[in-house]
């Protein structure tokens, strides 16, 4: 399904235009315009997905495959050594547009480091009652 006010389905389908570097009949992949390296790309399915919680098995099963064909692109073509691939879901993971997507962001040897964080200690207890939690939810 699309969504009307969606400014992701529109790209995707192509009503608005973009710098399209891939599209087949499920996924369009453009340029972002506010690139956090040369050659930040998203791949956008042409269906509405909010997130990847909400994403379905043939898209789930798609994305990664297609993922790692542009990853490869990116490294012949920009050079580069290394590439993040980033995919925020819910405002307090980042997502600010609401439509699921996957960042592949080209890292150079040179640049800042972008997606990081401070690690803590885990308690063994902690991690015990959290991974039964999550796996008794499955
Ligand atoms: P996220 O914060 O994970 O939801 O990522 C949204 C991304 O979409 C950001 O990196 C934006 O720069 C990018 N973006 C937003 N609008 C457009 C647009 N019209 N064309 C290309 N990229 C866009
Ligand atoms: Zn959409």
Not at 4 to 27: H, L, Q, R, V, W
Not at 89 to 115: C, D, S, W
Request: with cysteine.
């Amino acid at each position: 399904m699309k969504k009307d006010d969606c400014i992701f389905c529109k790209i995707a389908n192509g009503e608005i235009p973009s710098e399209t570097i891939y599209e087949d009949n499920m996924f369009r992949t453009i340029m972002d315009l506010g690139p956090a390296s040369k050659g930040h790309a998203l791949i956008l399915p042409k269906q509405h997905y909010r997130d990847l919680c909400d994403l379905d098995k043939e898209t789930a099963e798609k994305v990664f495959p297609l993922a790692a064909k542009l990853g490869n692109a990116m490294k012949k073509s920009l050079g580069c050594p290394g590439i993040n691939v980033v995919q925020n879901n819910g405002k307090e993971a980042g997502q600010t547009v609401f439509h699921f997507h996957v960042h592949l962001i080209p890292r150079y040897e040179e640049g800042p480091e972008m997606v990081s964080w401070a690690p803590e200690k885990a308690d063994p207890e902690e991690l015990k009652l959290t991974g039964a939690a999550i796996r008794n939810a499955l």
